[in-house]
């Protein structure tokens, strides 16, 4: 016997919501969703497609960069990140699709100063207010950050480009008045407007040396 066409139309209804309910439930648990992503097709299926871009962080490891709507994140974070014009999505991930990293992935706002003043240092919250930097604070920031991980952490997006070497790479990240943590750089410069942050990184994914890193004008 065929079934009522309401009948169907029930059945697709309870199937969008346990989707809804499961989509929540995983967004809104004790850590963000991004945190959990341990392997390429888990980073895949969260952002939705391919990244932006990627470059190479350490052997077998690369860092790739997604720019993402506000409206995927959950609830707590969609309307600061909205006002900030989306998110971007920092993940590292093996190059060998099938291996598994361990760190997840981090959500960095794409804030204005004014906006969102200091969602680097702190992505997981939006909210928190700028501290002053000192020209001598800004370059201590920027050396603990010893990895190109770890730089792209702190300025919320991947290098631009990179150029590799027999023994290292050399880095490059392109910082405009809208980004967050261009604050470090000015206050490096004394000036305004698109800054470049270039670094030297060894290939072996370890801590780059002191003074590895200068700073100027785009």
């Given at each position: 016997?065929?079934?009522?066409?309401?009948?169907?139309?029930?059945?697709g209804v309870t199937a969008a919501?346990?989707?809804?309910?499961?989509?929540?439930?995983?967004?809104?648990?004790?850590?963000?969703?991004?945190?959990?992503?341990?392997?390429?097709?888990?980073?895949?299926?969260?952002?939705?497609?391919?990244?932006?871009?990627?470059?190479?962080?350490?052997?077998?490891?690369?860092?790739?960069?997604?720019?993402?709507?506000?409206?995927m994140l959950d609830a707590d974070?969609?309307?600061?990140?909205?006002?900030?014009?989306?998110?971007?999505?920092?993940?590292?991930?093996?190059?060998?699709?099938?291996?598994?990293?361990?760190?997840?992935?981090?959500?960095?706002?794409?804030?204005?100063?004014?906006?969102?003043?200091?969602?680097?240092?702190?992505?997981?919250?939006?909210?928190?207010?700028?501290?002053?930097?000192?020209?001598?604070?800004?370059?201590?920031?920027?050396?603990?950050?010893?990895?190109?991980?770890?730089?792209?952490?702190?300025?919320?997006?991947?290098?631009?480009?990179?150029?590799?070497?027999?023994?290292?790479?050399?880095?490059?990240?392109?910082?405009?008045?809208?980004?967050?943590?261009?604050?470090l750089l000015t206050s490096i410069?004394?000036?305004?407007?698109?800054?470049?942050?270039?670094?030297?990184?060894?290939?072996?994914?370890?801590?780059?040396?002191?003074?590895?890193?200068?700073?100027?004008?785009?």
């Open positions: 016997m065929r079934e009522p066409e309401n009948r169907w139309m029930f059945r919501l346990c989707a809804t309910v499961a989509f929540v439930t995983w967004a809104a648990g004790s850590a963000p969703a991004e945190e959990t992503l341990t392997n390429a097709d888990e980073i895949a299926r969260f952002a939705g497609r391919e990244a932006d871009r990627c470059v190479y962080a350490a052997p077998n490891l690369e860092i790739c960069r997604w720019h993402m709507e506000a409206r974070r969609s309307q600061e990140a909205a006002s900030a014009g989306g998110v971007h999505l920092i993940c590292e991930r093996p190059i060998d699709a099938g291996a598994e990293v361990g760190a997840g992935c981090v959500v960095h706002p794409i804030a204005a100063p004014d906006v969102l003043p200091a969602v680097a240092a702190a992505p997981t919250d939006l909210t928190l207010p700028a501290v002053p930097m000192t020209r001598t604070s800004s370059w201590e920031k920027i050396q603990e950050a010893g990895t190109v991980k770890s730089l792209s952490h702190l300025f919320g997006d991947i290098p631009n480009i990179c150029r590799t070497t027999l023994d290292a790479q050399t880095c490059q990240w392109w910082v405009g008045e809208e980004a967050p943590r261009h604050d410069t004394g000036t305004g407007g698109t800054l470049v942050l270039r670094c030297v990184l060894p290939l072996d994914g370890s801590e780059r040396a002191s003074g590895s890193c200068v700073v100027f004008h785009n």
